[in-house]
T-cell receptor
Framework: DTGVSQDPRHKITKRGQNVTFRCDPI?????LYWYRQTLGQGPEFLTY????????KSRLLSDRFSAERPKGSFSTLEIQRTEQGDSAMYLC???????????FGPGTRLLVL | AQSVTQPDIHITVSEGASLELRCNYS??????LFWYVQSPGQGLQLLLK??????LVQGIKGFEAEFKRSQSSFNLRKPSVHWSDAAEYFC???????????FGKGTRLHILP
């Protein structure tokens, strides 16, 4: 068990550019979650997957955001046409179905200039 | 609507003193409750969770929390804090074992030597 990993750990981009983040969950974990954390706030739910199926999306996830988990293992979160308001820490978590504990990765910190 | 309130943004205690961090939740059904800790540069780590049963829950690092349904509270306690406990603490609520988690805004704990 190597824990949840996220790549990259930091990303600086210019407004209008596209960015993609990757999350590798703990192996055999069925559920994978994406959260966003801005400065001084707690994490906010964005979306989650059970295996490859995306089961719920928050209203925070605008049309510029898309998430995939194509083979039920790793997941990607893409932000198109980034805006300064997208600057945040993007957190990924995974859990075993009915296990009840979400294990979080270290996050990807995005700065949009 | 589901929500979590952590009324204290910052708390400062002396090393060796006791600690209580407050958390109140709003949830329409039986809640699943969590406390997470986040240290600078680290991911979120689960301290403890309450799903059912005994309302006094023991966690890691000497922390405990008590679920009080009548007060909609889930306060975190530690009898004697250590300098390494300085971090941000998040209370969170979920609807079941696999549900997304709703986080509070966090309480930053400072430790005086």
């Amino acid at each position: 068990d190597t824990g949840v990993s996220q790549d990259p750990r930091h990303k600086i981009t210019k407004r209008g550019q596209n960015v993609t983040f990757r999350c590798d969950p703990i192996s055999e974990h069925n559920r994978l979650y994406w959260y966003r954390q801005t400065l001084g706030q707690g994490p906010e739910f964005l979306t989650y997957f059970q295996n490859e199926a995306q089961l719920e999306k928050s209203r925070l996830l605008s049309d510029r955001f898309s998430a995939e988990r194509p083979k039920g293992s790793f997941s990607t979160l893409e932000i198109q046409r980034t805006e300064q308001g997208d600057s945040a820490m993007y957190l990924c978590a995974s859990s075993l179905l009915s296990g009840g504990t979400q294990y979080f990765g270290p996050g990807t910190r995005l700065l949009v200039l | 609507a589901q929500s979590v309130t952590q009324p204290d943004i910052h708390i400062t205690v002396s090393e060796g003193a006791s600690l209580e961090l407050r958390c109140n939740y709003s949830y329409g059904a039986t809640p699943y409750l969590f406390w997470y800790v986040q240290s600078p540069g680290q991911g979120l780590q689960l301290l403890l969770k309450y799903f059912s049963g005994d309302t006094l829950v023991q966690g890691i690092k000497g922390f405990e929390a008590e679920f009080k349904r009548s007060q909609s509270s889930f306060n975190l306690r530690k009898p004697s804090v250590h300098w390494s406990d300085a971090a941000e603490y998040f209370c969170a609520v979920g609807g079941n074992r696999d549900d997304k988690i709703i986080f509070g805004k966090g309480t930053r704990l400072h430790i005086l030597p």
